[in-house]
């Protein structure tokens, strides 16, 4: 079974704080996605990337920076947590050939206060 | 740009009915279409995926749907339960390697 992880269910952090999310997958899948998912706005791509040291800006990028150093991990880094940030947070990851299906972790509720 | 809508928002049903959920996407150049769960507060659930070159994917109580051509797919529930009980959510996957999802239909099967 596909399994992918992330490092916290659930975060609160306080204004102004750096905030590391991690996300790890056992699969070897070369793409790998950071979205978050809000009330009435549903789920917005963030940044992904399709390989190590690879990335590409989503739809709401400002705010946020990602790390990929190895294959298997996927970091979502917010630079100076704001309230705006709080969030429901979601790591999914796929083979890099678009006929395959993505695969989602269980989700890293973050609330900044 | 892709935009993919669901319908309904909110659906209530007794047990043991059969039930049909809608998609619709305004760009038909996609790769794939998935269908997921979301229990609340819960990550998603990959229930069926549908490649373009395909019209139907089953599993299980489970079928969805594809006609690319006028955008639309559906998500078909045979005999429902209450533990079917969850948040439905579409995706596509165009030209980019993320999906663009629907906002979702909540599903509650009442016992």
């Known amino acids: 079974d596909v399994k992918v992880t992330q490092s916290s269910r659930y975060l609160v952090k306080r204004t102004g704080e750096k905030v590391f999310l991690e996300c790890v997958q056992d699969?070897?899948?070369?793409?790998m996605f950071w979205y978050r998912q809000d009330p009435g706005l549903g789920l917005r791509l963030i940044y992904f990337?399709?390989?190590?040291?690879?990335?590409e800006k989503g739809d709401i990028p400002e705010g946020y920076s990602v790390s990929r150093e190895k294959k298997e991990r996927f970091s979502l880094i917010l630079e100076s947590a704001s309230t705006n940030q709080t969030s429901m947070y979601l790591c999914?990851?796929?083979?890099?050939?678009?006929?395959?299906?993505?695969?989602f972790g269980p989700g890293t509720r973050l609330t900044v206060t | 740009k892709q935009e993919v809508t669901q319908i309904p928002a909110a659906l209530s049903v007794p047990e043991g009915e059969n039930l049909v959920l809608n998609c619709s996407f305004t760009?038909?150049?996609?790769?794939?279409l998935q269908w997921f769960r979301q229990d609340p507060g819960k990550g998603l659930t990959s229930l069926l995926l549908?490649?373009?070159?395909?019209r139907e994917q089953t599993s299980g109580r489970l079928n969805a749907s594809l006609d690319k051509s006028s955008g639309r797919s559906t998500l078909y529930i045979a005999a429902s339960q209450p533990g079917d009980s969850a948040t439905y959510l579409c995706?596509?996957?165009?030209?980019?390697?993320?999906?663009?999802f629907g906002s979702g239909t909540r599903l509650q099967v009442q016992p």
């Open positions: 999914a990851s796929s083979f890099r050939d678009r006929g395959h299906e993505q695969y």
């Open positions: 995706a596509v996957l165009g030209g980019r390697r993320a999906l663009t």
């Open positions: 990337s399709y390989d190590v040291k690879m990335k």
């Open positions: 760009d038909s150049a996609i790769y794939n």
């Open positions: 549908i490649q373009s070159s395909q």
């Open positions: 699969m070897d899948h070369e793409n």
